[in-house]
């Protein structure tokens, strides 16, 4: 069973904080992702990463970082938080799957943060 | 970048009755459309997918249509029960190396008993 755990499932931090949220799989899976969930947004992309030390720019990547250093674990870092980054956030996991080959990502619990 | 966009936003049904929930994309490079549910307070889980090269599948009481020409794609879910009440979220994805899905904005479904 796959499995996504998120280090926190509520967070709330000060506005200028730096805030870190861990995600881990277990799975071996090539592909991680971080999404922020938003009422009547759905879910918008910040960033992916396809394999160790590689991450690309999703839709919404302003204000963000990320950190790949190991397989299994993709860290999402707001650098100085601010109230309008207050939203759900969604660590997802998928495998390659091959050239071509889109596949199932399967999500973590996630972790709805406010910022005050 | 891909666009997707679900409609309708919200959907109420009686137990028994079917549920359409359409959504259209915007690449025609696009070759990859999964549905996702998510029920409140849990994470979305996959429930059915469908590739480029087929019109349509199915799985028990749910299935999926895709119209390439139109590019567009639907969910139908026949005879409805409570427990299917959930947001659900259609996604595209061009594949080919390139792994981000780009998700409609959900549509919440009510199955009234």
């Known amino acids: 069973d796959v499995k996504v755990t998120q280090s926190s499932r509520y967070l709330v931090k000060r506005t200028g904080e730096k805030v870190f949220l861990e995600c881990v799989q277990d799975m071996d899976h090539e592909n991680m992702f971080w999404y922020r969930q938003d009422p009547g947004l759905g879910l918008r992309l910040i960033y992916f990463?396809?394999?160790?030390?590689?991450?690309e720019k999703g839709d919404i990547p302003e204000g963000y970082s990320v950190s790949r250093e190991k397989k299994e674990r993709f860290s999402l870092i707001l650098e100085s938080a601010s109230t309008n980054q207050t939203s759900m956030y969604l660590c997802?996991?998928?495998?390659?799957?091959?050239?071509?080959?889109?596949?199932?990502?399967?999500f973590g619990q996630g972790t709805r943060l406010t910022v005050v | 970048g891909e666009n997707v966009e679900q409609h309708p936003s919200t959907l109420s049904v009686q137990e028994g009755d079917s549920a359409v929930i359409k959504c259209t994309y915007s690449?025609?490079?696009?070759?990859?459309f999964p549905w996702y549910k998510q029920e409140l307070g849990k994470r979305p889980q996959l429930i059915i997918d469908?590739?480029?090269?087929?019109g349509e599948k199915k799985d028990q009481r749910i299935a999926v249509t895709l119209n390439k020409t139109a590019k567009h794609f639907s969910l139908h879910i026949t005879e409805t029960q409570p427990e299917d009440s959930a947001v659900y979220f259609c996604a595209a994805s061009s594949g080919a190396g390139s792994y981000q899905l780009t998700f409609g904005k959900g549509t919440k479904l009510s199955v009234i008993p």
């Open positions: 690449d025609s490079a696009s070759n990859y």
């Open positions: 469908i590739r480029s090269n087929v």
């Open positions: 990463s396809y394999d160790v030390k590689m991450k």
């Open positions: 997802a996991s998928s495998p390659q799957g091959g050239i071509r080959m889109n596949t199932e990502a399967f």
